[in-house]
């Protein structure tokens, strides 16, 4: 298993090319089984998710390919089933079940099982799709869904949910009458979708706010979009500049889609210039220790909560950390704490106390963002940090050390 060494203590200096966000490309590839033919997407990231997503829709009798950009045929689907073994590598292939049930009737997908972030139930995405018509069994691990027909419904989320949201406005797309869906979640990768979605015919109005309310059609058409900037990889250099004291500037990004974290960060001490769709960020004092709470958008988001963590144990004095999205996305504290940070955790709560410096150990990744964490820990650390279980890495940042190594960073890769 490959593992990732850094050489900490170097001021991270140059640009840094921001990729497409894999959560918003995913869906976009569901959406894809909603309409039989040739869609193209251009900035798709190069990431195991993707390919992992491309494998799912393979299976099904779907043809893609992945150069400069996205292409995937989906005119020869033959099989509404996703199986166990692909899902369980990536909880996202659930977005395949509203675009199948909408358009084929019939979906048998996989229950996702445990996550080391948290319990990450499917019964909001479930429910919905029964109060649209669905017919819904849970048989030897699978969602077996059947429908006549999907009719229009109103959906009251009790939780923001984000697939949640993006399965079920898919799945409106082709029902009769009009779906609206109520708290829904209003995420920057969900409007990415809606607007492919009113591309291919859909009549969608609202997305981005919480209230999305869907007009059915009896049909959608292939078309061609482009994947927004990743903001969490966006955030993830930002706190890169942060916590080595470096210099960066990053681009394209999207500043809307960052303002909380761009807020953030600022109050942590770092100086960020927004110019266009370039976000330039330095460090011009100590880091200070100040409180986060994660909170669906537009709130702080709780992919960047392991991150923030990492700057915040060389801050200046104690910050508060709480995390209310998932209840068990800690499992980086102790990883943390291997490398001379102090922290200490009280239920969904994290309190931590800066430290002078952190020094170099081995440590383990035990889920995406929390890696991305340890390599920021590892590259403001004294000494050498080796980070296995890097595959969970992959799963979602581009080229990683590439970007960070041609920015000054000492980072390589072990086989
Ligand atoms: N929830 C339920 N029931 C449901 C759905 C969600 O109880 O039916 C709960 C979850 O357990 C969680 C909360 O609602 O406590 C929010 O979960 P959400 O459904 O929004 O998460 P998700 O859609 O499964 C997406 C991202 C995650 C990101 C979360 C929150 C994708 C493919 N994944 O997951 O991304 O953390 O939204 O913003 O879009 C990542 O990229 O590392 C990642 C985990």
């Known amino acids: 298993m490959d593992k990732l060494l850094i050489e900490g203590g170097i001021p991270l200096k140059g640009h840094v090319p921001i990729s497409g966000a894999k959560n918003a490309a995913l869906p976009l590839i569901a959406a894809t089984l909603l309409a039989p033919g040739k869609h193209s997407f251009s900035n798709v990231p190069r990431l195991r998710d993707i390919r992992t997503m491309q494998r ?38 659930v977005l395949v079940l509203g675009p199948l049930v909408a358009r084929h009737r019939q979906a048998k997908v996989s229950l996702p099982g445990g996550c080391t ?30 429908a006549e027909r999907l009719r229009g419904a109103t959906v009251s989320f009790d939780q923001v949910t984000v697939t949640g949201t993006e399965n079920l406005m898919m799945a409106a797309c082709l029902a009769d009458g009009v779906t609206v869906l109520e708290n829904a979640a209003r995420e920057p990768e969900v409007v990415n979708l809606a607007e492919y979605l009113v591309k291919m015919g859909a009549l969608i109005h609202g ?17 061609i979009h482009t994947v927004i900037p990743d903001r969490i990889e966006t955030g993830t250099y930002l706190v890169a500049a942060g916590i080595t004291g470096g210099h960066l500037t990053l681009s394209p990004c999207r500043p809307d889609h960052v303002e909380a974290i ?39 988001p709780t992919d960047m909560q392991a991150q923030f963590m990492s700057l915040m144990t060389v801050g200046d004095g104690v910050s508060l950390i709480t995390e209310q999205i998932f209840e068990n996305r800690f499992m980086h504290v102790l990883e943390l704490k291997r490398l001379g940070a102090s922290i200490n955790l009280d239920g969904r709560s994290a309190v931590v ?20 964490c340890l390599v920021l820990a590892g590259l403001a ?35």
């Open 262 to 300: 761009i807020r953030k960060l600022e109050m942590a001490g770092l100086t960020i210039e927004v110019k266009d769709n370039t976000l330039d960020v330095q460090r011009t004092s100590s880091i200070h220790s100040v409180d986060m709470k994660t909170w669906p958008f537009p709130g702080f």
């Open 117 to 146: 972030i948290g319990a990450r139930p499917i019964n909001l995405h479930l429910k919905g799709l029964e109060q649209m018509g669905v017919e819904v069994q849970l048989e030897h691990g699978y969602v077996i869904a059947n």
């Open 353 to 372: 106390r800066g430290v002078q410096s952190l020094s170099g150990a081995p440590v383990m990744a035990t889920d995406l963002r929390a890696s991305a």
């Open 207 to 223: 997305a981005g706010t919480p209230k999305i309310t869907i007009e059915g059609v009896s049909e959608l058409t292939p078309g």
């Open 56 to 93: 799912l829709l393979s299976y099904m009798g779907a043809e893609s390919e992945h150069g400069e950009h996205f292409h995937i045929d989906t005119s020869r689907v033959h099989t509404t089933e996703a199986p166990y073994e692909l899902v369980k590598t990536m909880r996202a292939s």
């Open 381 to 415: 650390a004294e000494g050498v940090t080796e980070i296995s279980r890097i595959y969970h890495l992959d799963r979602g940042y581009e080229a990683i050390e590439r970007k960070l190594e041609a920015v000054g960073a000492r980072i390589w890769r072990k086989q």
